[in-house]
C-alpha cells in the first residue's frame, strides 16, 4: 500500500506536477484495450512515461536493493553497523563504475559491468586477505574490509582529479545523483536487481541460523563457507546495481533494516523481503523531496537520506519502547 | 550397567592443534548407546576441543571418528548433524528469535535451502519443546528468558535435531543450582527413554558420579583414564589432574561416591 502510494506520488511529483489522478488514468491507458478519454495535456504523457517513470522504478529498485543487502551483510556479520560501505563492496563498485566513466571511449552502459567487476574484485580480495586457513572469521573480514574501502576510495578520488572533464558527473554520481534516465538503462539494470534481490530474498533462512555463530551454524548441519560466499555473491550484485546506476547513496543500507527489525523482529526470512520494501519506499521518498526542494533543479538524493534519514532514525530509535535484540 | 552394550561411535587416536599447540594428543575412547560418558579435565585439558573435533567445527590433524559406521570427515555437514547434535553453553547469541523459531532451527539438516518445516518437522518440534518443558515459553525471545531456561532450549534443539549422539559442553556452567540438577535429572530422563548416548563435559567432579555411567579424564590433551565413576575419581587421580588433595566419600543415601578437598 505504502509502496504503491509512494510510486505514483513519484511519477506525479517534480518540477511540473501532474494531478495524481491524471497520473493514473495515464498510467491505466498503457495497458492494451483500455480506453481512457485524454483529458490532459499531451506533454503529461511524455514526462510521465519517458522520464518520471523509468526513473521512479530505478529509484524503487536502488532503495530495495541498498536496504535488502544492508540487512543481508549485517545478518552475515551479526554486525549491526555492517552494511555495504563497512566490507569495501560499494566503494569498490564505485570504483569500478569510475573507472569505466573516465575512459570517454567506453559508452554509458559499460558501467553496470564496470561496478560489478569492481565489487566482486574487492570482495574477493577483502575474502582471501581476511582468510584464515580454510576459514574467513567475520573480524579479519571486516577489518580488510574497511582497509580496501578506503584505498578503492582513494583510488577513486584520485581518478576524478585527474581527469576534469568528468568531475561533475563523477561528483553528483558520488553524492548519490540518479542521472540515468528512460526505458534503455533501466532495461540494462533490470536483470542485475532482479537476480540479486531474488538470491538475497532466498538467503533468509541460512541467515537466521547463522546468528548463533558459525560455529554452531555448522553443528545444526549449515554448510557455512558456502553459504557466507553464496550471500556475499548476491548482496554484492545488488549493491553493484544500485550503485552503477544511482551513486554513491548511504544511509538506506543501514538504517531501513533496523527500522524493520524494531518493528517486526529478527527473523531474516522476513526482515530480507520487508528491507527490501521498505527500501524502495524509504528512497522513494527521499527522491520525491529532492526533486520538489529544489526544483527545477534537483538535490542530490544522497544528501536527502543522509539529512532526513538520520534524525528520522534518531526519533524511531528513541520511540521504540523495546529493547531491539540481536 | 551390567550388559555392555554396542558402541555407536568410536573416537580412533585424535589429535588436534591449534597452530603449533598439540590440543589432543592420541585420544582413544568409545561411546556406547545408551550411556552417559563424563568429561572431566581441568581448564586446558581438551574437553571443549574434543567437542570441537566430533562436531566437525575443527579438523583432526590426525586419527578417525566414526558415528554409525561412518568416518566424520566424509560426511557433509548436515550429514554429520543428524547423527551428532551439539549443546552449547547458553550464551547470548540469537537473542530476537523466538523459542520456538531457535528449536525450530534443529530442524536445519532436514530441511530444504529455504527452511520451510514440513509436517514431521512440526512434529519433531512439538515434541522437543515439550520434553524440556520449554513449550510454555515459545513465543517468549531468547533474550528475554533466563540462563537455565536458555539451556533447556539449547537442549530442545538439539533433540529436534533427532540425532542419536548428544555432545554437552559444560551445560550446567553459569546456572543456579536448582537449574543444574534439573537439567541434569532431565539428561539422565531423556538418555535412558530414547536410549540416547551423550558425551558431556563436565566441571563440578561432585555431580559426575550421579549422573553419568563412564568418566573419562583428560590431561593436557590426554586421556588419562577411563571408567566408572568410582574407578576414575580417586584421590590419586584427582591430585594428579587438578594438583589438589581431595578425599573421597561414600554418600551415605545414594552410595554414591563423592570428593572433599583436603583443608
Not at chain 2, 590440543?23 to 581441568?42: H, Q
Request: hydrophobic content about 50%.
Amino acid at each position: 500500500m505504502l509502496l504503491g502510494a509512494a510510486l505514483v506520488l513519484s511519477i506525479a511529483l517534480g518540477a511540473v506536477t501532474i494531478p495524481p489522478g491524471n497520473a493514473l488514468q495515464i498510467l491505466v491507458s498503457k495497458f492494451p484495450g483500455v480506453e481512457v478519454d485524454s483529458i490532459w495535456p499531451a506533454y503529461f504523457e511524455t514526462i510521465l512515461w519517458d522520464l518520471r517513470l523509468p526513473h521512479t522504478i530505478l529509484v524503487a529498485l536502488t532503495g530495495a536493493a541498498l536496504a535488502g543487502s544492508g540487512a543481508a551483510f549485517q545478518g552475515l556479520f551479526r554486525n549491526p553497523l555492517a552494511d555495504p560501505y563497512l566490507i569495501g563492496v560499494a566503494s569498490g563498485a564505485g570504483l569500478g563504475a569510475i573507472v569505466i566513466m573516465s575512459i570517454p571511449q567506453a559508452g554509458r552502459y559499460l558501467v553496470p559491468i564496470g561496478a560489478f567487476l569492481g565489487a566482486l574484485g574487492t570482495i574477493i580480495t577483502v575474502y582471501q586477505l581476511a582468510k584464515v586457513g580454510k576459514i574467513v572469521p567475520l573480524t579479519t573480514l571486516i577489518l580488510a574490509g574497511v582497509a580496501i574501502g578506503s584505498f578503492t576510495s582513494a583510488l577513486t578520488s584520485f581518478l576524478m582529479l585527474i581527469s576534469d572533464q568528468m568531475v561533475l558527473q563523477a561528483m553528483s554520481f558520488l553524492l548519490g545523483g540518479s542521472t540515468v534516465t528512460g526505458w534503455e538503462p533501466l532495461a540494462i539494470a533490470l536483470p542485475y536487481f532482479t537476480i540479486g534481490l531474488a538470491l538475497l530474498t532466498f538467503s533468509g533462512h541460512s541467515l537466521n541460523v547463522l546468528q548463533f555463530g558459525e560455529e554452531q551454524a555448522r553443528q545444526l548441519g549449515l554448510p557455512v563457507e558456502k553459504v557466507k560466499l553464496f550471500i556475499i555473491i548476491s548482496a554484492s550484485l545488488t549493491t553493484a546495481a544500485a550503485v552503477s546506476f544511482s551513486g554513491v547513496i548511504g544511509f538506506i543500507g543501514l538504517v531501513v533494516p533496523h527500522i524493520i527489525r524494531i518493528l517486526w523482529g529478527g527473523d531474516y526470512r522476513k526482515l530480507i523481503p520487508l528491507s527490501i520494501i521498505g527500501g524502495a519506499i524509504t528512497l522513494l521518498v527521499s527522491d520525491i523531496l529532492a526533486r520538489i526542494v529544489m526544483a527545477p533543479g534537483y538535490l542530490p538524493v544522497g544528501i536527502v537520506t543522509a539529512l532526513i534519514g538520520a534524525p528520522f532514525f534518531l526519533w524511531i530509535l528513541r520511540r521504540a519502547k523495546k529493547e531491539v535484540f540481536w | 550397567m551390567s550388559v555392555v552394550n554396542k558402541s555407536i561411535m568410536q573416537i580412533q587416536e585424535i589429535s588436534a592443534r591449534y597452530g603449533d599447540n598439540l590440543a589432543l594428543d592420541n585420544i582413544s575412547l568409545n561411546v556406547r548407546e545408551g550411556e552417559i560418558v563424563g568429561l572431566i579435565g581441568p581448564n586446558g585439558a581438551g574437553k571443549s576441543t574434543l567437542i570441537k573435533v566430533l562436531s566437525g567445527v575443527l579438523r583432526p590433524s590426525g586419527g578417525e571418528v566414526f558415528i554409525q559406521g561412518q568416518s566424520i570427515i566424509s560426511l557433509t555437514p548436515a550429514a554429520r548433524a543428524r547423527r551428532i547434535a551439539v549443546v552449547p553453553q547458553a550464551r547470548q547469541l540469537g537473542g530476537a528469535f523466538s523459542v520456538r523459531q531457535a528449536v525450530l532451527l534443529g530442524r536445519t539438516a532436514y530441511l530444504g535451502f529455504l527452511g520451510k518445516p514440513g509436517q514431521k518437522d512440526l512434529q519433531i518440534l512439538d515434541w522437543a519443546m515439550k520434553e524440556t518443558a520449554v513449550d510454555t515459553l515459545a513465543d517468549r525471545k531468547l533474550a528475554e528468558i533466563s540462563g537455565g531456561e536458555q539451556q533447556r532450549v539449547l537442549l530442545a534443539r538439539a533433540l529436534a535435531q533427532d540425532a542419536r549422539v548428544l555432545l554437552l559442553d559444560e551445560p550446567t556452567n553459569h546456572l543456579d543450582l536448582k537449574y543444574q540438577v534439573s537439567l541434569l535429572r532431565l539428561i539422565r530422563e531423556l538418555v535412558d527413554k530414547e536410549n540416547l548416548s551423550v558425551l558431556m563435559a563436565m566441571h563440578d567432579l561432585n555431580q559426575v558420579s550421579g549422573v553419568v555411567d563412564r568418566v573419562a579424564l583428560l590431561v593436557d590433551g590426554s586421556l588419562r583414564c577411563i571408567g566408572k565413576p568410582e574407578q576414575v575419581l580417586t584421590p590419586e587421580n584427582i591430585q594428579d589432574a587438578y594438583q589438589t588433595e581431595v578425599e573421597a566419600f561414600l554418600h551415605p543415601g545414594s552410595g554414591k561416591h563423592y570428593l572433599f578437598p583436603k583443608t
